[in-house]
């Protein structure tokens, strides 16, 4: 049986309008995440799915409920420990690649690793590997500026997953990118997953691109579906 990488339940998060009323923007909803899930999320522009994200992400809290990452129950633990967490444990893409222009595309996926304890000689292998992976190791030296916008996205996933987190997050990550790119850059994801305990959350309004991954689920009015 595949282990539980994300259990979510009953979990809820609202905001206050600029009037004081209560937004309920995920009302209620249950989720589970597998080791080798790749989960399509389709919603609606502003259902939520970007919250849902970061919830997921440890980057913000629930209102209520209860999420289990990795065995552990977070939603009482320190924010020390939920950044620990999420720089050893999960990984970020989202539709704009925030690369650091002043680094190459190597020294970008080298980054992450190095603040997490790698030794220099073993940042860069791993830099070279993902990059090879993706049809870019001819690009290795190459500053973000020097990079059409498919190979800034292709590196930005590989920084993502460098540290071979456990679970990766992706907000639109194909937005910017032509179908073949954006193929390149799927065919990478699904490699991954399938041979790692890596699982996937990734939210897309790319329907070509969702019907792609092993499940889908919607997110409308605050309720989560399995589609």
């Known amino acids: 049986m595949s282990k539980v990488i994300l259990s979510m339940n009953n979990v809820s998060k609202s905001y206050l309008t600029s009037g004081s009323e ?3 923007v995920l009302d ?17 522009s502003g259902a939520g799915k ?16 209860i999420i289990n990452f990795l065995g552990k129950d977070i939603q009482d633990e320190s924010d020390i420990t939920r950044t ?28 992450p690793q190095l603040i997490n304890g790698a030794k220099n000689q073993q940042a860069s292998d791993r830099a070279t590997e993902l990059l090879n992976l993706v ?9 973000p500026s020097q990079l059409s916008g498919g ?29 073949r790119t954006s193929d390149t850059v799927f065919e990478a994801l699904l490699s991954l997953v399938e041979g790692t305990d890596m699982a996937a959350l990734i939210a897309t309004h790319n329907e070509g691109l969702a019907k792609k ?9 605050g309720k989560l579906f399995s589609d």
């Open 22 to 24: 209560k937004l309920m």
């Open 84 to 111: 620990l967490m999420r720089r050893r444990d999960i990984g970020f893409i989202y539709q704009f690649h925030h690369l650091l222009p002043e680094f190459s595309a190597l020294e970008n996926i080298m980054l």
């Open 50 to 65: 970007s919250t849902l994200l970061h919830v997921c992400g440890l980057l913000d809290t629930c209102d209520g409920g």
């Open 151 to 179: 190979e800034q996205q292709r590196v930005a996933f590989c920084r993502a997953v460098a540290n071979s987190p456990k679970l990766l997050l992706a907000d639109e990550p194909t937005g910017n990118l032509d179908e």
């Open 135 to 143: 049809g870019l190791e001819n690009r290795a030296t190459h500053r």
């Open 213 to 221: 991954m092993n499940k889908r689920i919607s997110l409308k009015s």
């Open 28 to 44: 209620s909803i249950d989720l589970t995440i597998f080791a080798g899930d790749l989960v399509g999320l389709t919603a609606p």
